[in-house]
């Protein structure tokens, strides 16, 4: 079956510190990965995407590049803000079935 | 944009009672999805359904049950609510029909309604 595993937080940082937040997964063939976002009080929505392998995916300063050869899809920023702050899911959607969640990273920048 | 409307934004139930969670989108979207949000868990798939009076199970359905007799509204019901349902719900939307939140179409959730059961 497919599952999404990413690393447990908090991660906490300090402002325009660097930011890397692990995903792996395990999937059958070629999946579609996702990072979703959660803002404090919010529901989810979309942050970046990639449909095959070596795209990268970017939005809002984050990138995340499709590994296939690690089953890997990191997201990164260069540099973090205080309203980055937020829990961030990364998914996979294997053919046409449903997003798998992995359990989520919450992410505390502090000023 | 897209807007996904949950009836509520807390709730606090009894043991035993019976519970429903309203969910409405404004963009015809033809998929909607019931999730549960729990620490440590991520999001599970509670139901879901690609059609108006379509409906098929996730990956957790036991205990719930769900109701789509228009496009717009996708309503979760608990038959008696336990203490073990006590969790945060999420209600999501996707356009691409038979499509369920794939790379074409991405879900758009509602705000949440934290439920707690006692």
């Known amino acids: 079956g497919n599952s999404v595993t990413q690393m447990e937080g908090p991660v906490t940082l300090s402002e325009e510190a660097f930011l890397t937040i692990n995903c792996t997964y395990t999937a059958t063939g070629y999946p579609s990965l996702f990072w979703y976002v959660q803002y404090p009080g919010e529901g989810l929505q979309l942050l970046l995407k990639?449909?095959?392998?070596?795209d990268k995916g970017s939005n809002k300063g984050f990138e995340a590049t499709y590994r296939k050869e690690t089953t890997s899809f990191h997201l990164e920023k260069g540099s973090v803000q205080v309203s980055d702050s937020a829990v961030y899911f990364c998914a996979l959607d294997n053919a046409g079935n449903m997003l798998t969640f992995g359990g989520g990273t919450r992410l505390m920048v502090k000023p | 944009d897209v807007k996904v409307t949950q009836s509520s934004r807390y709730l606090v139930k009894r043991t035993g009672e019976k519970v429903f969670l309203e969910c409405v989108q404004d963009?015809?979207?033809?998929?909607m999805f019931w999730y549960r949000q729990d620490p440590g868990l991520g999001l599970r798939l509670i139901y879901f359904?690609?059609?108006?009076?379509?409906?098929e199970k996730g990956d957790i359905p036991e205990g719930y049950s769900v109701s789509r007799e228009k496009k717009e509204r996708f309503s979760l019901i608990l038959e008696s609510a336990s203490t073990n349902q006590t969790s945060m719900y999420l209600c999501?939307?996707?356009?691409?029909?038979?499509?369920?939140?794939?790379?074409?179409?991405?879900?758009?959730f509602g705000n949440g309604t934290r439920l707690t059961v006692t």
């Open positions: 359904s690609y059609d108006v009076k379509m409906k």
């Open positions: 999501a939307s996707s356009s691409e029909g038979g499509g369920r939140g794939n790379g074409n179409s991405p879900l758009h």
């Open positions: 963009m015809d979207h033809e998929n």
């Open positions: 990639a449909t095959k392998a070596d």
